[in-house]
Structure formats: C-alpha cells, structure tokens
C-alpha cells in the first residue's frame, strides 16, 4: 500500500504546482507601465473631432455636432467562467445609464457595429435605443436591436462599402476579418430576434468589418479585431488606427495591411483590456491572448515612424493631429 500513498502524494504536488502556475499566468499580466508611459496628450478642443474610449473596441467619437457610438459595451458580465460555460446574460440597462451620463451623452446619431459578439454588440441595441441613435450594421447586428426593444425605423442594415452620410462624418463599414485561428467563434450569423437573457454564444459574428470615418481630410479607422482581408483597405486613408490587439498571429503582416495600407502616423492599441472586470475596477489586460508590453516593443522595433497612444479610460481627447 505504500506505493499507493506515494502516488497520492505524488498526484497532489502535481495538482499543487500546477493550480499554482496557472494562478501565475492568470495573475501576469504585463503591459501597463507601457500603457501609461505612452498616453495620448493630444486635448479636445472645440470644433475637434474627437474621441473617448471605454474599454475593449467602445469609442465615442464627435465633432461638436454629430455623435456616434462604435460597439458601446458597459454591461461587461463578470468572469470568465460564466463565458466558458455559456451561461446566459443580459445587458444591464442601469448599468449602461450610469455610463452615458459619465460620458455625458444624451443623444447619439447612430451606434456603430463592428461585428456581433458579444463584448462588442450586447448593450448596442440598449444604447441606440436611449439615445435615439440608429443602430447600423450586419443583419446579425439588426437581430440585436430587435431583441433590445429598438424601433425598425431605428435599424440600418448596411451594405459593405457604401459611403454613409451623418452631419460632417462619411462612415464606411468595409469588410474584414476576426483575428484567431478559429476565425471568429461562434461564427455564424444570428438569424431572429435575439431577446435577452441569452447564451454567450448566441451572439454570432455576423459580417466582421473595419470602420473609417471621414472628416474632411481627416480620417479614423476603427480595426477592432486583429484579422483583415488581404488588400481590403488598399486605396484608402486613415491618420489614426483604433487598432484591436488581441490574438494577433503575424504582427508585421498585421500592421502592413492595416496600419501601413492606410498611411497612419498614430495607432491607439484597444481590445486589450480584460472584459470580465466592471468599467468601476482598474483596467488590466487579459490574461491569454494578450501581451501589451509586447506589443510596444514590437511596434517600436517593427515600425518606428509610428507612434503608439493610449487613452484613459473615459478621457476625451483630440484626434485632429497636429500639422
């Protein structure tokens, strides 16, 4: 019997040291000392468009007169076990009031979606709907707002490509991929009504798109997954990348056809950020699938003309850049 109790002993260090290195993954999580040390410090000032950014790929973006919302995400479920284990969740309306009127929005002209998962499209149809804001993107996205409560005139199904017109703002939804070798699960689209509580998984990819939003000579891409068609931003221009950073396969592949093709001077990392925390807790990057510190270090050796900036949370900055 003596054998068996040295195998038990021997299977409990294993199990021992092996719930202490996954707790060492999950609690390295490098990246902010970079994070602060490359803050964008560029002001709001009137006339200006300008941006606010609110974790993962959610940015505010206004000139004074037109506002849009792009993938809106306060409710942030809590914990990634309750994500691996599908179990079922629903926007938080008070929780999503409680962070427009931090930011200060009433009304919006339209809430933007750059795909359908969850963490970029939940609270979208809830947030349109306050605000009076048309809520555009795939059919999937469509689904949404309508399990949501929104209004059909309040739903625009858009078609890849197609120059919208909001105020001073042109928006172009063009094509693009998720990032990951998985291609984006669940993939798929959503194809009725989506009425919450629903499972995590239920909210399906849909069309994956990058956003550019034109000012006059100006413009912004928003990028919020690190996947992309090849040659799909070929032709056009952005001076600023909302660039996603999470599960980036071929770094320098990534930046050519995105950050290279539109001619940026200034990329500003998100989707970094673990999304299982309250907006309330400090922002931390995700334990696997991320390593910001990497990710300036690499860009700094990979792309040296290009200047990497972070945005606090809820801060409004200026995206004209200077001349």
Do not use: C
């Not at 950014?53 to 792009?70: K, R, Y």
């Not at 707002?145 to 172009?172: F, M, N, Q």
Request: proline fraction near 6%; charge should be neutral; aromatic fraction near 8%.
């Amino acid at each position: 019997m003596r054998w068996l109790k040295a195998l038990a002993w021997i299977l409990l260090a294993v199990v021992v040291v092996g719930a202490a290195a996954l707790t060492a993954v999950w609690m390295y999580r490098p990246g902010m000392e970079q994070y602060a040390a490359h803050r964008y410090r560029s002001p709001a000032t009137t006339g200006a468009l300008t941006a606010t950014w609110f974790g993962v790929t959610a940015v505010l973006i206004s000139d004074g007169e037109t506002s849009i919302f792009i993938d809106p995400f306060f409710t942030r479920p809590p914990g990634l076990l309750n994500l691996a284990l599908n179990r079922a969740i629903a926007p938080d309306e008070a929780e999503i009031r409680r962070w427009l009127a931090k930011a200060g929005v009433e009304r919006l002209d339209a809430v933007l979606v750059s795909h359908s998962h969850f963490d970029h499209a939940m609270d979208a149809g809830v947030v349109a709907r306050l605000t009076a804001a048309t809520l555009m993107g795939s059919t999937s996205t469509a689904n949404i707002g309508r399990g949501s409560g929104l209004a059909e005139s309040k739903i625009r199904v858009i078609t890849p490509g197609e120059a919208l017109t909001l105020g001073t703002l042109t928006i172009t939804f063009i094509e693009s991929r998720h990032a990951g070798a998985t291609g984006g699960q669940p993939t798929g689209e959503i194809g009725q009504p989506l009425l919450p509580p629903a499972h995590y998984l239920d909210y399906k990819l849909g069309g994956a798109y990058s956003l550019l939003i034109e000012r006059g000579p100006r413009a912004i891409l928003h990028h919020g997954s690190a996947g992309f068609v090849p040659g799909g931003l070929r032709g056009r221009h952005a001076d600023v990348v909302f660039l996603g950073v999470a599960a980036i396969d071929d770094l320098d592949l990534y930046l050519r056809e995105v950050v290279d093709t539109v001619g940026a001077g200034r990329v500003i990392p998100t989707h970094w950020d673990d999304f299982t925390r309250s907006l309330a807790e400090p922002l931390t990057p995700m334990p696997v699938g991320v390593r910001l510190d990497r990710f300036f270090d690499d860009v700094a050796r990979l792309r040296p003309r290009v200047r990497v900036e972070t945005l606090a949370l809820g801060e409004r900055v200026g995206l004209d850049p200077p001349d």
